[in-house]
């Protein structure tokens, strides 16, 4: 079966601090796909990242970064320098294929604080 | 570029009543089309998936149906709306793989009275 746990159900900061949002993946399969999404308060889910379980390197983007471990099953997620604009709830989902479909975790909501 | 778009934004509907939400996506061919809905507490639940024209998979049981009449559209519908209906329903698409990025449209936030 598959899971996503997102453990952290809020997280609030202050602008410019730090944050790491965690997520646990469960999964049989030896081949699957990480993704991280986040939505603002207007609603619309924002792609951001996939990774494939092939690929351990982590990747950085501007102030994002995103840590993958196949040893833990985690895939998380930091935000360097919060700002005012990362407030949202942010998703980690997975994919492979004994499940042919998503599997999004329950979801961790960001308030940055001015 | 592609877009995706969603009508109506909002509704409100009374219990019993039908419902036909709308997702429409241009600048690209044939994509894998999803409905998604999310319920209080935002968790994502995949409702419905197509992978082309009249190719149509439930993931799970509920008096919601869908159709894909044309390649770049995709209709989510009820015959009889339930309280339990209510929620924000999201439309994607993705090209390729199911398990390539799949793009979201603004929502529908419908509620049911």
């Known amino acids: 079966a598959q899971k996503v746990t997102q453990a952290q159900t809020e997280i609030s900061v202050v602008e410019k601090e730090d944050v790491t949002l965690d997520c646990v993946y469960e999964?049989?399969?030896?081949?699957?796909?990480l993704f991280w999404y986040k939505q603002p308060p207007s609603g619309e889910l924002v792609f951001l990242i996939r990774?494939?379980?092939?690929?351990?390197q982590n990747e950085i983007s501007g102030r994002y970064s995103w840590n993958f471990q196949k040893s833990t099953s985690s895939f998380n997620f930091t935000i360097t320098a919060s700002q005012v604009v990362d407030s949202a709830v942010y998703f980690c989902a997975l994919g492979s294929g004994s499940a042919r479909q998503l599997t999004f975790g329950s979801g961790t909501q960001l308030t940055v604080l001015p | 570029s592609q877009t995706i778009h969603q009508w109506p934004a909002t509704l409100v509907q009374p219990v019993g009543s039908p419902l036909s939400l709308e997702c429409t996506v241009e600048g690209t061919s044939n994509p894998n089309l999803y409905w998604y809905r999310q319920a209080a507490g935002r968790g994502l639940q995949l409702l419905f998936y197509s992978v082309g024209i009249g190719q149509i998979s439930s993931e799970v049981p509920q008096n919601l149906s869908a159709s894909r009449p044309q390649d770049r559209q995709f209709i989510l519908s009820s015959k009889k709306l339930l309280l339990s209906d209510s929620g924000f329903y999201l439309c994607a698409w993705n090209r390729g793989g199911i398990y390539n990025e799949q793009f979201f449209g603004p929502g529908t936030r419908l509620t049911v009275l």
């Open positions: 990774r494939n379980s092939f690929d351990e």
């Open positions: 999964t049989r399969d030896t081949t699957y796909y």
